[in-house]
Structures are given as C-alpha cells and as structure tokens.
C-alpha cells in the first residue's frame, strides 16, 4: 500500500470531497484538505432549501468528520507555485483578509478541485444586484429575498405597479438548475404563500429568461417540452431566445430594449473559472471555458501539453483535453473515485485511463412532477420517466445519495414536515 509523504486537496464540493471520503480506509494518512468551506454541501437539493422544503443543514456534511485523522485547513488558496511545489494560501476567516495573513502549503501531490464561479459575462449589473445559486449562503439569500418581497408588498399605500414589480420573480437561465429553483419557487408560494398572502396572489409572477432556443438543453427535447407545456399550466412563464443586457436594483432590461420590474433576480446560468484558475501560469487551459486541461489520468497539462506528475485536476474546473465532460456532480464524483483507485496503486501511470460513464439526469418541475432521462444498464436504450414516477424516482435517487445516516433521517423528515405542516416562513 502506498503512502504520500503530503497529498493537498483544494476544495471540499464534490470532487474534493468524494476524494478524501474514503481515503482513511485506504490508510493514505498524510492528505490535507485546504478549502474556505469546511463543510460539503450536497448540491442537488440545494434550491430545495432556498424555499424551506428542506433546511439548509440537511444538506451539508461537515469537513472535519469525513476526513478524520486527516489534515484540514480553513483557507483558500491564492496561487500554486509548481517549480517549488509551494501553495500560497490565505486563511479564509473575515478578520484575517489582510496580505500579511498570507502562509505556505508544501506538497508532494496535489489535486485541485475548486470548482467554478457563476458567469455574468460581464453584463451590467448582475453581480451588484442579481443572487446566485452555488452554495448555502446564497440559498440563505434567496429564501429572505423571498420572504422580504411578499412582507413589502404587504405594507399600506402601495400601488398594485408596484406590487406586482415586488412580486415578479426572475429567473435567469433555463438549464436544471433555473428550472429546478422556479419549480420550488412555485411550490412555496402555491401551497403556502397564497394561504397566508391570498390578497396578494393576482400580483406574483415567475419568469424564467434564457437566451437559447428552449429551457433544459440537456435533456432529451420530448422532456424538454414536457417541462415547459408543465410550467405554463403552473403559470410560470418561459421566455425563449431572449438576453438580458443589464440588471438594475429594481428589475432587467432585456435584449429587445425593455425594462421588467422585479426584485428577486436569480442568476442561474454559465460557470466561469475562479480566481486561482484564471491566474494559473505555466499550464493548458481550455479556450472557450477558461478550464484546466489534464490527460486521460487527469494529470494537469502544462503549456507544452505535457503532463505534471503529481498535479491533478478534476471537477468543475477542469476538463480532459479531446474529452470534455460536463460540469456536474456526476462527473466530479467519478472522477473523483478514479483518482482514488489511482493515487492509491504504486505505478499510477500504469492505470487504465479515465472513463466517463453516464448515469442518467433528473430535474424537479414542480407539483410533485420531475423528468428523468436514464440509460438502461448495459445498453444504448434510454427511459423517459416523467410526472409522478419520475418525482419518485427523483427523491428515492437523493435520498440514497444523502452521504451521512443523519441527513439520511433529516432529509425525509423534513419533506414529510413540509408535507404536513407546510414550510417555514420566518425570515431571519
Ligand atoms: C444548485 C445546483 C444544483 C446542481 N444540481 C446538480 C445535479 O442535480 N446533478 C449533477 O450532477 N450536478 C449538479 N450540479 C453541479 C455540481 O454541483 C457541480 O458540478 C459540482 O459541485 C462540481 O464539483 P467541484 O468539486 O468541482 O466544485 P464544488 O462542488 O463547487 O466545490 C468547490 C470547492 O472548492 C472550494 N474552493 C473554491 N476556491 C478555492 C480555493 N481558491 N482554494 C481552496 N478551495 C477552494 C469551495 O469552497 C468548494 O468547497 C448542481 C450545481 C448547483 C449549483
């Protein structure tokens, strides 16, 4: 059995995670995690907690328990010095921000897996005043936007313009997770909201924008339409092949020139590469995504093309050169779980090299209804499930995912909750 002398991990979201999970068992001792987050959160039923059908602890899994006897470091790390093999890291605590915080990481072998940042493509205004959809911080944001636009819009000597401006929900971006957020938006407000608001009703409205051709690009397009002929019977409305040019305090100015009102504006669409990404010198990145390119081992490919042993590179940022995967939790944890078989066999270089396999995709629409495209094990053929069958399917799949035994419990606790006593509306 081999043992490193130091192997750092960045990151802590499913490739990092799904990496050290299970390290201890193979007696690797000496790994150190160094992220700003010391906990996993379980990234699929994040926009579940946005609106209270589950709590945002019910999807987290705290750091320090999974990695054990292994190392942790709150940090965040700012450069990789590969000549030196030397990690430039800042602690990731608010009071320690200064430049004179700044430390050294040695490593022997090190597996980056930050992970991406949400894409504005630098359009007016997103950043200052829309909410993103990547971790538990925003989810937090998003559930007191929405709690705060119904409590206003409560107050006396409104006018119903400006009612239903507090009351407009967007969405920008129709892949699964804009789709997913909008189903539970529309779950929260049909089956609570309207109970405790009811005068305010005629006023909300849910609009999802993308400026594709049609929402879940993914999926096979009969699902696709599936989705979409199901949210407009649910009233949200899906506005195809439209940009957004600009966002504003109070609403979006869209690519035809008009302005629309809203409050809460949720940017759900592109990734773009994180600051230690975009900074990196010395290695391939790919052209159009910014990611890290590796080989078929996802070793880091440096400018030359050739691979650096022991850098590794997996996750949402980077890609395999000629290969390119997409960004999902299903392609870090496999390549994750590669990476540990790997990095665990005495000549890595002699292993089979990495191959994909696709498990299937699943989105939520909303009133107990998802779609799932799944291939049959072992064959070409693909089943379509949608409406009720596939929301069980949906929910079974996750709760089997749920990595601990305690969220294992929280998680069907906290949906038969929502189901009896409804959700929580408190905003704090
Ligand atoms: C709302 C939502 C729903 C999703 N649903 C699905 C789904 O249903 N199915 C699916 O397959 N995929 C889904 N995805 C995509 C999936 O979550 C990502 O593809 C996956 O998280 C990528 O894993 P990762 O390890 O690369 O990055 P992440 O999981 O994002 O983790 C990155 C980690 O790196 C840390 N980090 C960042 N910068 C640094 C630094 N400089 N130094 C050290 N650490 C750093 C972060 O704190 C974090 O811990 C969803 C994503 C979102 C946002």
């Not at 996993?40 to 589950?54: I, M």
């Not at 957004?244 to 305090?249: A, I, P, Y």
Request: hydrophobic content about 40%.
């Amino acid at each position: 059995m081999n043992t490193f002398s130091r192997l750092v991990v960045l990151g802590s979201g499913w490739g990092g995670f799904e990496l050290v999970r299970k390290m201890t068992e193979a007696r690797m001792l000496d790994v150190t995690m160094v992220s700003p987050r010391n906990y996993f959160v379980f990234t699929p039923l994040l926009a579940s907690t946005c609106v209270g059908t589950l709590e945002f602890r019910s999807v987290t899994e705290p750091i320090r328990k999974t990695l054990q006897r292994n190392q942790y470091i709150q940090a965040s790390c700012e450069s990789v010095d590969l000549s030196t093999k030397l990690l430039n890291c800042r602690p990731a605590f608010e009071e320690t921000a200064d430049a004179t915080s700044l430390f050294t990481i040695p490593y022997d072998k090190l597996v980056i897996s930050v992970g991406s940042v949400s894409n504005t493509f630098n359009i007016p205004g997103v950043h200052e005043h829309a909410l993103f959809l990547k971790n538990i911080g925003d989810a937090r944001r998003i559930r007191h936007r929405v709690l705060d636009c119904f409590e206003r819009a409560m107050f006396p000597g409104l006018s119903s313009k400006e009612k239903e401006s507090l009351l407009h929900f967007c969405i920008v971006g129709g892949g699964p997770t804009g789709i997913e957020f909008s189903a539970e938006l529309h779950d929260l407000i049909n089956e609570d909201l309207s109970r405790l608001f009811p005068q305010l009703m005629e006023c909300v409205r849910i609009t999802v924008y993308d400026v594709a051709k049609r929402i879940l690009g993914g999926f096979d397009a009969s699902l696709a339409e599936y989705a979409a002929r199901k949210f407009s019977r649910q009233k949200i409305e899906v506005v195809t092949g439209m940009a957004v040019n600009s966002v504003t305090e109070d609403g979006l100015v869209l690519g035809n020139g008009e302005f629309v009102g809203a409050r809460l504006i949720v940017w759900a669409t592109g990734l773009a590469p994180s600051q230690l990404i975009a900074n990196m010198e010395g290695v391939l990145k790919d052209a159009k995504s910014g990611r890290l390119l590796t080989d078929d081992h996802l070793r880091v490919l440096d400018q030359f093309g050739k691979p650096i042993n022991d850098v590794y590179a997996l996750g949402d940022c980077a890609t395999i050169k000629d290969n390119d995967l997409p960004c999902t939790a299903q392609v870090a944890k496999q390549k994750a779980k590669y990476l540990r078989s790997l990095l665990s066999k005495p000549s890595p270089s002699n292993t089979l090299p990495f191959r994909y396999k696709y498990a299937g995709s699943m989105a939520y629409i909303g009133g107990w209804k998802a779609i799932v495209d799944l291939p049959l094990k072992e064959t070409k053929v693909m089943i379509r499930p949608r409406g009720w069958i596939a929301w069980l399917f949906w929910r079974s799949a996750y709760f089997s995912m749920a990595v601990s035994w305690r969220n294992k419990v929280l998680i069907p606790m906290y949906w038969f909750l929502t189901w009896i006593f409804g959700r929580d509306t408190s905003k704090f």
